[in-house]
T-cell receptor, first 115, second 116 residues
């Protein structure tokens, strides 16, 4: 199974709060898990990524938590700001037999941070 | 350091026409991926190319779609005889050479194709 399931579909958070987005996967061979941020009319921008040999990675206000046994990973945005309002995509990849590292994406979470 | 470039940013075609989308990878990158994004959906992998080689086209529709990445010039995604269902945003991503985090992909701004 190559699916990555993402929730919630949309999220409203007050300024200063914590935004949490969750993803679950089936294929235990996935070995790279990035998060992308996309603003309307723009391309996805790589935000942060993790590999399954660590359980947490933090970069500024953004943290990925990874639970290998549960096959789940999540993005936490601390001190959420209106400028964080965007659509967030989780993804996963594995090197295919053909040699590509194609990404399998979740369907996205539209985050709105209100003042 | 210029990022991934795509053009045109917006493309309008009538049913039956051809669409050509171009992608120039980041400097120093020699691998290109193409993805398609339908409204309110995540991105779906289409094809992976290196210079002069198609490595993985498992996500490409069997008909009307083709891709190339010539020795000189940008990668091109070509859609022949477009239909309304081809309307989507098409994104190109590039990744570093093998040995330098090859699974890290950087996306361009996309081409939004509208088929009338």
């Amino acid at each position: 199974q190559q699916q990555v399931k993402q929730s919630p579909q949309s999220l409203i958070v007050q300024k200063g709060g914590i935004s949490i987005i969750n993803c679950a996967y089936e294929n235990t061979a996935f070995d790279y898990f990035p998060w992308y941020q996309q603003f309307p009319g723009k391309g996805p921008a790589l935000l942060i990524a993790i590999r399954p040999d660590v359980s947490e990675k933090k970069e500024g206000r953004f943290t990925i938590s990874f639970n290998k046994s549960a096959k789940q990973f999540s993005l936490h945005i601390m001190d959420s700001q209106p400028g964080d309002s965007a659509t967030y995509f989780c993804a996963a990849s594995i090197r295919s037999g053909a040699g590509s590292y194609q990404l399998t994406f979740g369907k996205g979470t539209k985050l709105s941070v209100i003042p | 350091n210029a990022g991934v470039m795509q053009n045109p940013r917006h493309l309008v075609r009538r049913r039956g026409q051809e669409a050509r989308l171009r992608c120039s990878p980041m400097k120093g990158h020699s691998h290109v991926y193409w993805y398609r994004q339908l409204p309110e959906e995540g991105l779906k992998f289409m094809v992976y190319l290196q210079k002069e080689n198609i490595i993985d086209e498992s996500g490409m529709p069997k008909e009307r779609f083709s891709a190339e990445f010539p020795k000189e010039g940008p990668s091109i995604l070509r859609i022949q005889q477009v239909v309304r269902g081809d309307s989507a945003a098409y994104f190109c991503a590039s990744s570093p050479p093998r040995g330098f985090l090859p699974d890290t992909q950087y996306f361009g701004p996309g081409t939004r194709l509208t088929v009338l």
